[in-house]
């Protein structure tokens, strides 16, 4: 059974630091996604990784993959009030498509 | 990206009574859709997966007589709360994907309350 474990589930940081939120899991995937949750919404996608070693930024997040360590970090970069949010990662389980999501990091950007 | 429509967006429904979600992938045929639960402060869960024009496949505890999941077409998947209990209420949220290794996109979500 495929599990999804992220930390750390509670991140608040003041604005212009940088901070690291990881990813790991436990079986064979060819795929990681990162999403962004804002209270009372759904999904918004941010990153689709699919290979050893990719990595991928959109202005202030950048995300990466190991799929030898099974380990996806997401970078925030001179973190600003806008991206407080909560961030998930899920893995697709190898053979069935379903995605299994990690616990979630509530990340709290403070002025 | 492509698009997929959730609604209603919030229902409040009395115990006892039945309440239908629907989910439509409006620019793209969807051959998959998962139907996820998400409980406040916690993450997503999946409760089935639906492939139109079969039976859904649900995961190990979910109850396919409570949860009723239709995918009539290929843009169009239905998901029943029957006889619903305040335990049910919860943020309910679809995906649809087109094919195998697509990325499947997800809907506004419902937030069901039952009283």
Known sequence: ?111 | GAVVSQHPSRVICKSGTSVKIECRSLDFQATTMFWYRQFPKQSLMLMATSNEGSKATYEQGVEKDKFLINHASLTLSTLTVTSAHPEDSSFYICSASSDRNTEAFFGQGTRLTVV
Not at chain 1, 19 to 38: A, E
Not at chain 1, 55 to 76: C, F, N, P, W, Y
Request: with cysteine; charged share 20%.
């Open chain 1, 1 to 111: 059974e495929l599990k999804v474990e992220q930390n750390p589930l509670f991140l608040s940081m003041q604005e212009g630091k940088n901070y690291t939120i990881y990813c790991n899991y436990s079986t064979t995937s060819d795929r990681l996604y990162w999403y962004r949750q804002d209270p009372g919404k759904s999904l918004e996608s941010l990153f689709v990784l699919l290979s050893n070693g990719a990595v991928k930024q959109e202005g202030r997040l950048m995300a990466s993959l190991d799929t030898k360590a099974r380990l996806s970090t997401l970078h925030i970069t001179a973190a600003v009030h806008d991206l407080s949010a909560t961030y998930f990662c899920a893995v697709v389980n190898f053979g069935n498509e379903k995605l299994t999501f990690g616990t979630g990091t509530r990340l709290t950007i403070i002025p």
